[in-house]
C-alpha cells in the first residue's frame, strides 16, 4: 500500500496539496483494511511525502519536504520515467561528496576497507553491470569507499548514494546498452586509494561520477537542462 501510493504521488499522478480519499474510501477502493491504509500513511508520513491533521485529513506535501534520498523514494521515482531535473541533481550530489569521500578513504583506509573494494570490484568484472549482480557488487564498492573515510556521518550517506547508483545504472541500459565499460574508472578509484593518493582518488572519482552522467546523457539522446 505505501509502495502505490509512494509512486502515485512520486510520480505526479497525486500532486502537492491534493488531499488523499479519506481513509475508510481509500481502503475499500485499494481492498486493505483500514489498519493497513493508516500504516501505509504513517510510512509515507515519515518520509516527508504526507501530512495529516485531525479533521483537515491527509494531504500530499510540497516536494521541498520529502525525503528524496530515502531508498523508497528514489526507487519509486525510477519506477516509472523520473525528473530529468532530479536525475541531475543526483549525479551533483554525488560530485560533491563522493570525490571527497575518495580523498578520505585514500588517507584512512584499512586492510579490510581495501579488500572489500577489491572484493566488489572482482565481483563487477565477473558478472559486469549490466546484471543484477554486477549491479549490486557496484553498490557494494560505493558502499565500501565511503565506509572506508570511517567518518560516521559520511557513511550514513551509503544507503542513499548506493541507491542513486543503482538506479541511475539501470536508468541509463533501459533503451540501449552502456556505451563503455565503467569498470576500469572503478579500479581506477580502487588503485589510487590503496596507493594512499588522495590527489588522484579525489580526480579518479570525480571523472567516474562525470563519465557516468555522460553515459546516463548519451542513454536519452541529451539531458535537457531544467
Known amino acids: 500500500m505505501a509502495h502505490h501510493l509512494g509512486r502515485a504521488i512520486v510520480s505526479g499522478a497525486i500532486q502537492p496539496g491534493e488531499r488523499l ?13 483500514r489498519s493497513a491504509y493508516r500504516e501505509a500513511v504513517q510510512v509515507l508520513a515519515a518520509k516527508g511525502l504526507v501530512e495529516s491533521r485531525t479533521k483537515a485529513g491527509t494531504r500530499v506535501l510540497p516536494r521541498s519536504r520529502w525525503n528524496l534520498l530515502d531508498p523508497d523514494i528514489l526507487a519509486w521515482a525510477f519506477s516509472g520515467e ?14 560533491i561528496v563522493e ?3 575518495a580523498r578520505l578513504a585514500a588517507t584512512r583506509r584499512t586492510k579490510s576497507d581495501i579488500a572489500a573494494m577489491r572484493a566488489a570490484l572482482a565481483l563487477m568484472r565477473r558478472h559486469t553491470l549490466a546484471t543484477d549482480a554486477g549491479r549490486a557488487a557496484d553498490r557494494e564498492f560505493h558502499d565500501a569507499l565511503l565506509e572506508s573515510t570511517h567518518n560516521s556521518a559520511l557513511i550514513t550517506l551509503s544507503a542513499s548514494i548506493g541507491a542513486a547508483v543503482n538506479w541511475t545504472t539501470q536508468f541509463k541500459q533501459r533503451t540501449k546498452a552502456l556505451p563503455r565499460d565503467p569498470v576500469p ?14 590527489d588522484a582518488a579525489e580526480a579518479a572519482m570525480r571523472a567516474l561520477v562525470d563519465l557516468a552522467f555522460d553515459d546516463t546523457r548519451y542513454s536519452m539522446d541529451g539531458l535537457d537542462g531544467r
Not at 481502503?27 to 486493505?32: R, T
Not at 574508472?185 to 594512499?196: L, N, P, T
Open 99 to 101: 570525490p571527497a569521500a
Open 21 to 33: 480519499t479519506g481513509e475508510v474510501a481509500n481502503a475499500e477502493a485499494l481492498d486493505v483494511s
Open 185 to 198: 574508472d572503478h579500479a581506477r578509484v580502487c588503485d589510487a586509494i590503496v596507493a594512499g593518493d588522495a
Open 82 to 95: 523520473p525528473d530529468l531535473g532530479f536525475i541531475r541533481d543526483l549525479f551533483e550530489l554525488r560530485a
